[in-house]
């Protein structure tokens, strides 16, 4: 009778080939490039986002495209959280719009146009608070074309730009971890709008490290 040998194969090796197809399922961790900056978008996919709630959500001509679905509203969030880092994307809007930015994952940019009480794009919105501080001037934001909008959280300090103008400082100690989300509004007068953005791109800071001043666009 013909003995069969069996070859050993290494448990180090078997665990690798697992992890390789691991990561491969879930998509390569996005990289830091010049100045540390990570980007959360990869232009390609929706990678490395979860959408909740009932907006639409896709990748079109190399931007991330948000929607309402039948006049309702959603958010897409980060699979990850971050504490202290600095926040910049580039958007346009497709208006009537309200959209924001979440960061550490309650407070928001806000990229609308308030009635009572007035505020537009830039304004600092937080649950249970409202507007922290608001933009009262309408002409920073560009209605027809891309804008800038830069954020810091560093501890409790939080300051926001919208293409180079900065709209507002604070100290707040509400939330201090959290994930970056996008939302899109639901209601009647919002069915048609459009978010849209070219880049997203996140920067780690250290307790106590300065704000970039952002450029103008």
């Not at 709630?53 to 991330?64: I, S, T």
């Not at 919208?162 to 400082?169: A, C, D, F, S």
Request: include cysteine; proline fraction near 6%; charge should be neutral.
């Amino acid at each position: 009778m013909r003995r069969v040998t069996w070859l050993a194969v290494p448990v180090v090796s078997i665990l690798a080939v697992a992890l390789a197809a691991a990561l491969a399922a879930v998509g390569e961790e996005p990289k830091a490039g010049e100045g540390g900056w990570i980007p959360l978008f990869n232009g390609k996919n929706l990678d490395g986002w979860k959408a909740q709630g009932d907006g639409q959500w896709k990748v079109e001509d190399g931007c991330l495209v948000g929607m309402p679905s039948q006049a309702k509203g959603g958010d897409l969030f980060t699979t990850r959280e971050w504490d202290n880092f600095e926040l910049k994307f580039t958007y346009k809007a497709v208006w009537p719009a309200n959209s924001g930015v979440w960061f550490r994952t309650q407070y928001q940019f806000d990229i609308l146009e308030w009635k009572d009480p007035v505020a537009f794009s830039g304004t600092l919105y937080c649950p249970n608070k409202m507007f922290i501080f608001k933009n009262l001037d309408k002409s920073i934001e560009n209605r027809e074309g891309w804008n800038e909008g830069q954020v810091y959280a560093n501890g409790d300090g939080l300051i926001q730009w919208l293409n180079g103008r900065k709209i507002g400082e604070c100290r707040d100690t509400s939330f201090t971890k959290g994930k970056v989300g996008i939302q899109v509004h639901g209601g009647k007068e919002f069915e048609n709008m459009k978010i849209i953005f070219k880049s997203i791109a996140l920067r780690p800071l250290k307790e106590g490290d300065n704000p970039t001043a952002p450029s103008p666009p």
